[in-house]
T-cell receptor, first 116, second 115 residues
């Protein structure tokens, strides 16, 4: 299995809703990432988990709450979002080598989020 | 031709021609670079990478060139096909967390293959 899967593919939510995005990989990768991508822009890093611990939070607002329940799963909990949070949310994973460095990142297809 | 401005840079090539996509990077200490391809509605897909101890690396129909003197990368695609139409991003390391490095993406170039 060499892919990263994400659910749902599309999500429409109101500003008062609570929803979650899910990401799964079975490649044995111990680094997992959330990116946000606006139209015609490159992906922007939000969070990094290494060995199931949050290692990087790129000053993301608290209405985005990541969770890594085990080495294969990564969630992004959403609450009280704003219309400007509408974007493609990408999950990625990478190997952590025996030397302790992260390798190439492999991306999922993304969740297209629309906040009304 | 290639255009740069407020919109995503676009490169239009005839099917069968070679394509060259360019990328400037900012950190002279960067030691690893990746090219990604992103098709419409999909996540970025790894194409090829290169380490700073190399000037050139070849894959299947793709070649990456690295010029460290001017901090410039290029991706060459031979015999461009309609399936090559996508946005192409270069990525360089931005720094280190406790376990390694994470990447910042360039602005991207849209490649359009004309029949």
């Amino acid at each position: 299995d060499t892919e990263v899967t994400q659910t749902p593919k599309h999500l429409v939510m109101g500003m008062t809703n609570k929803k979650s995005l899910k990401c799964e990989q079975h490649m044995g990768h111990r680094a997992m990432y959330w990116y946000k991508q606006k139209a015609k822009k490159p992906p922007e890093l939000m969070f990094v988990y290494s060995y199931e611990k949050l290692s990087i939070n790129e000053s993301v607002p608290s209405r985005f709450s990541p969770e890594c329940p085990n080495s294969s799963l990564l969630n992004l909990h959403l609450h009280a979002l704003q219309p400007e949070d509408s974007a493609l949310y990408l999950c990625a994973s990478s190997l952590i080598t025996s030397g302790g460095r992260t390798d190439t990142q492999y991306f999922g297809p993304g969740t297209r989020l629309t906040v009304l | 031709g290639e255009s740069v401005g407020l919109h995503l840079p676009t490169l239009s090539v005839q099917e069968g021609d070679n394509s060259i996509i360019n990328c400037a990077y900012s950190n002279s200490a960067s030691d690893y670079f990746i090219w990604y391809k992103q098709e419409s509605g999909k996540g970025p897909q790894f194409i090829i990478d290169i380490r700073s101890n190399m000037d050139k690396r070849q894959g299947q129909r793709v070649t990456v060139l690295l010029n460290k003197t001017v901090k410039h990368l290029s991706l060459q695609i031979a015999a461009t096909q309609p399936g090559d139409s996508a946005v192409y991003f270069c990525a360089e390391p931005r720094g280190f967390d406790n376990y390694g490095q994470n990447f910042v993406f360039g602005p991207g170039t849209r490649l359009s293959v004309l029949p």
